[in-house]
């Protein structure tokens, strides 16, 4: 079993940053590939960014590329996002997610999720 939690989140002004990490364990804590994902209001959840097992391949939304960069510390069974230039339609409940395999996920459903931790940008 793995177990995620984030932490990070909060309320931000547009143009702001935030960091949110995702602190893992669990049995596969170290091989896993993991994303972060995101679920505003009313729509669905979306995945923002992933990462493979040993962070050498990374991917990104559309709408987040060139302001989010997501990372790992493996040593440290940690997951991180940096958000810079943080917009209004940013705002949402972000997931942390690990897989059972260790490649660059592409369209996969996450094996596991974190409780989630609310974003919130104002303009």
């Known amino acids: 079993q793995v177990q995620l939690v984030e932490s990070g989140g909060g309320l931000v002004q547009a143009g702001g940053s935030l960091r949110l990490s995702c602190t893992v364990s669990?049995?596969?804590?170290?091989?896993?590939?993991m994303g972060w994902f995101r679920q505003a209001p009313g729509k669905d959840r979306d995945i923002v960014a992933a990462?493979?097992?040993?962070?050498?391949?990374?991917s990104y939304a559309d709408s987040v590329k060139g302001r989010f960069t997501i990372s790992r510390n493996v040593a440290e069974n940690t997951l991180y996002l940096q958000m810079n230039s943080l917009k209004p339609e940013d705002t949402a409940v972000y997931y942390c997610?690990?897989?059972?395999?260790?490649?660059?996920?592409?369209?996969?459903?996450?094996?596991?999720w974190g409780q989630g931790t609310q974003v919130t940008v104002s303009s």
């Open positions: 997610a690990a897989y059972n395999f260790r490649v660059l996920p592409t369209t996969q459903t996450p094996n596991y």
């Open positions: 669990g049995r596969t804590s170290t091989s896993s590939a």
């Open positions: 990462i493979s097992w040993g962070g050498g391949s990374t």
